[in-house]
């Protein structure tokens, strides 16, 4: 069974930083997208960047937002993504989701979640 799981949150000051790792294991043949998205309280959930391995090559695209701002970056061998978050903002406090469109062991191709981690910018 495919999961992902996330780590990094936490409470931090404007203006602080902040890394949130996500880790994919199962049955796993191949993933094609990971990404980040965030939940803000009483708003909707939000793509925030989103990273795709094609030609031997991963491409980065990020929500207007977070530009200049966050990173993402992966590690194809490890399955792991990472969400490098500087010059945080309270409007950043959100539950942060991984996301990954992978394609498990059989050959299916499905969209998988993680349960989120919880960052809050706050002095």
């Known amino acids: 069974q495919v999961q992902l799981v996330e780590s990094g949150g936490g409470l931090v000051q404007p203006g602080g930083s902040l890394r949130l790792s996500c880790a994919a294991s199962?049955?796993?043949?191949?993933?094609?997208?990971m990404g980040w998205y965030r939940h803000p309280p009483g708003k909707e959930r939000e793509l925030v960047a989103s990273?795709?391995?094609?030609?031997?090559?991963?491409?980065?695209n990020y929500a207007d937002s977070v530009k200049g701002r966050f990173t993402i970056s992966r590690d194809n061998f490890k399955k792991l993504v990472y969400l490098q978050m500087n010059s945080l903002k309270p409007e950043d406090t959100a539950v942060y989701y991984c996301?990954?469109?992978?394609?498990?062991?059989?050959?299916?191709?499905?969209?998988?979640w993680g349960k989120g981690t919880l960052v809050t910018v706050s002095s």
């Open positions: 996301n990954a469109l992978i394609e498990d062991s059989r050959g299916y191709r499905s969209t998988y």
């Open positions: 199962g049955s796993i043949s191949s993933i094609n997208v």
């Open positions: 990273i795709t391995f094609r030609d031997s090559t991963n491409y980065a």
